[in-house]
């Protein structure tokens, strides 16, 4: 029988689940280590919760070394005079499910950022991160005021330098 | 010694940023006091100049002295606590939320994660739409991943990294047009305090303290068993004098007798020349770092001009020959640059000679983990290595009232400290500054029978067999086979040497504990020692 850890909600919801998926987050990790199997999470609201501990349940499954002290070490070692990157999820059914997942409006996905943030479940922090990018990739000025709903306070004179800046640099990009 | 753990490249300070931030430098924000009301800028438009008086005065009411170098291109970023004498934290009074939207909910750290993903032209669109994300899409930590990642080594730097693009991405010299806002009444601990740490001068009492044993002209014998054998940390003095590079290491000549050859900075590699114009102009947290192990090679005067002080020729590792891992690096860096808290994980000892300029060192024994530092259970990594500056401003005062202080020292021209085996260390360079550090395994005592517990041979061998070995162990090119190669060339060359040694020690272990450094009864080796040959 796999043992169990108790997370609460910041309003009151209380959810069981497996060690091992609990240990996706290294909070959760340490706090447990010093023996304690009921953990308030108070900054959490349940609805964020559900999702997060749907996230952890899948890659629990997934992943057979949840501490992964070398993830970014040996990607280094390997390579050791170029730009490491951030690892990639390299099962691509794994990556499908991730692409369904952050499929949320802006408002779900800061939350889900931030309590993963909180948790230290640095897969997922790194996941939404990437998806908020995606969505200002790509876009005119206009487009992402739009898209986060962005107060344009610049004068028109700073708007006219800043495009003439703009232009000057990528007009051949 | 450069440090290893940060994610990045092993051996190397913590230079290079990656595409990603990395996401195990969490920035431990302290929260500012309140700036005197006299010190803000005004609320109203103000002329430039101001601002940037106001802010060099602030820095000064916290007990800062700004770097002279040149930038003046910053915005009048201030700390929250400022907020509150406006008359409360409402959005309308900081930029910052204005012109976020949704985006206002998420802390400024992972907000620049985000901002991190995106290419030089979404970064530049994203600049555009609104105040606040100008001062975020304009922080250059961003540019410099950008330029480094598409120019490598091969960029004129023109102060500030996201000039430096734009500058080499059309292809133009002269300088390109200057940044033209300054946003005022932005409020964000987390920017100010990238600002400040990249504006400051080390504090006078960082430096007060120098507690490090010195000599001059001792022995090779009085060396090995005063400091080497009980791993004690020493600062040598007079062992510099018969080198050429002493004399001869300057600018100039650097830049001419190496060209065009391109050594390690970072995550690229760059000319001696554009290397200078860089560090020259840079204002960073972190500046990027010279960092060559090969420099011997690639310059062969280099290499020629220095010779290794005569305490350290005992190098266990050199009967791998050809084939030993990275074990000497040329380092040139700008005040500001060094390496936080690290151990070679290599198990070796290590020396640091100061050719030009001079740096402050922080060290601590190995059984004492500095605070603010958390290693990793096998000490490969170090999870949020703050950066030098905010080790100073966060943690250096409280392991001032502790019984057991760390050593420091200020190293300058013509002095080399000793780094031993297992120790924590922390560098940094106080000005512009060339040093020669290398690593060695020191060979055993003929004798036995001496004082020594933990033998660094048997360490060296230990360490090579752990299973994350490979990833640890720069430099080779055959990592796998390295145990094995090390073992052969050592019972070649030293026939029945471990046998001996490995009998010995077990013998020590089932005595009675030797004290410590700092008088504690444990040696943090000793008690997780496994070794066997079989």
Not at chain 1, 15 to 44: G, M, N, R
Not at chain 1, 76 to 90: G, H, L, Q, T, W
Not at chain 2, 352 to 361: D, L, T
Request: overall charge negative.
């Amino acid at each position: 029988m796999a043992k169990m850890i108790k997370l609460v909600s910041g309003d009151g919801a209380e959810f069981e689940v497996e060690e091992e998926v609990a240990f996706q987050s290294k909070i959760i990790k340490d706090i447990v280590a010093d023996a304690d199997d009921v953990i308030p999470l108070p900054t959490v609201s349940s609805k964020v919760l559900i999702q997060v501990i749907e996230y952890c349940r899948k890659h629990a499954a997934v992943n057979s070394f949840p501490l992964s002290p070398s993830s970014s070490a040996a990607a280094a070692a390997s390579s050791s005079s170029s730009i490491s990157y951030s690892k990639p999820v390299s099962d691509p059914a794994l990556r499908a499910w991730d692409n369904e997942f952050v499929k949320l409006n802006n408002s779900s996905l800061f939350d889900i950022v931030i309590a993963a943030n909180y948790l230290d479940i640095e897969e997922l922090v790194d996941l939404v991160l990437e998806t908020v990018a995606d969505r200002i990739k790509g876009k005119q000025a206009q487009e992402i005021r739009r898209q986060f709903n962005i107060e344009n306070d610049f004068t028109p004179e700073e708007e006219e330098a800043l495009r003439r800046e703009n232009s000057w640099a990528f007009q051949n990009n | 010694m450069p440090s290893t753990f940060h994610g990045l490249t092993r051996r190397k300070p913590p230079a290079a940023i990656t595409k990603k931030k990395n996401k195990k430098r969490k920035r431990s924000v302290i929260a500012f006091p309140k700036m005197a009301p006299e010190l803000c800028p005004e609320v109203e438009e103000v002329e430039d100049e101001e601002d940037e008086e106001d802010m060099e005065e602030g820095a000064e009411v916290l007990g800062f002295k700004l770097k002279p170098s040149a930038s003046s291109r910053f915005h009048a970023i201030q700390p929250l606590g400022n907020l509150l004498l406006l008359g409360g934290p409402s959005s309308s009074a900081n930029a910052r939320d204005v012109g976020l939207g949704a985006l206002r909910i998420l802390p400024d750290d992972l907000l620049l994660d985000v901002l991190a993903f995106l290419p030089a032209r979404d970064l530049a669109v994203l600049s555009s739409t609104s105040r606040s994300l100008y001062v975020f899409g304009t922080h250059d930590p961003l540019w410099r991943t950008l330029v480094l990642e598409r120019f490598h080594g091969d960029f004129l730097f023109c102060g500030s990294w996201r000039s430096t693009y734009l500058a080499s991405a059309s292809r133009t010299l002269p300088l390109p047009p200057s940044e033209t806002l300054v946003i005022r009444n932005f409020y964000s601990d987390y920017l100010f305090q990238s600002w400040l740490c990249a504006s400051i001068e080390m504090k006078p009492e960082w430096l007060k303290i120098d507690n490090i044993e010195r000599r001059r002209g001792i022995s090779v014998e009085e060396f090995i068993d005063t400091f080497e054998d009980p791993n004690k940390p020493v600062l040598l003095q007079g062992c510099l004098d018969t080198w050429p590079a002493m004399k001869r290491w300057n600018r100039e000549r650097l830049v001419r007798i190496c060209s065009d050859v391109k050594f390690a900075v970072g995550p690229v590699e760059m000319t001696m020349e554009r290397y200078f114009k860089y560090s020259d102009a840079a204002k960073e947290e972190r500046p990027l770092y010279l960092f060559d192990p090969k420099f011997a090679d690639k310059v062969l005067e280099l290499g020629s001009e220095y010779e290794v002080p005569i305490y350290f020729r005992e190098d266990l590792f050199s009967v791998l020959g050809k084939e030993r891992p990275d074990y000497r690096w040329i380092i040139i860096g700008p005040a500001g640059s060094g390496s936080s808290f690290h151990v070679d994980p290599n198990s070796t000892s290590a020396w640091n000679a100061v050719i030009k300029g001079s740096k402050k060192w922080v060290m601590f024994p190995p059984e004492i983990v500095p605070p603010g530092v958390h290693p990793s259970a096998d000490g490969a990594e170090v999870a949020c290595p703050v950066s030098i500056m905010e080790w100073f401003m966060n943690f250096y005062a409280a392991c001032r009232t502790w019984k057991k202080r760390p050593v420091e020292c200020v190293c300058r021209a013509g002095e080399v400290v000793f780094v031993p085996n297992g120790w924590w260390h922390l560098v940094i360079n106080l000005e512009d500054s060339i040093a020669i550090t290398q690593n060695y395994f020191e060979k055993l005592p003929p004798c036995l029978c001496g004082a020594l517990v933990r033998s660094n041979l048997l360490n060296v061998l230990d360490f090579l067999q752990k299973p994350n070995a490979r990833e640890l162990v720069s430099g080779t090119k055959d990592r796998v086979n390295l145990f094995d190669k090390f073992k052969t060339a050592i019972d070649a060359s030293y026939p029945g040497m471990i046998h001996e040694v490995t009998a010995k020690v077990q013998e020590k272990m089932a005595e009675k504990k030797r004290p410590s450094f700092w008088e504690s009864v444990t040696d943090a080796k000793a008690g997780g020692f496994k070794f066997s040959l079989i």
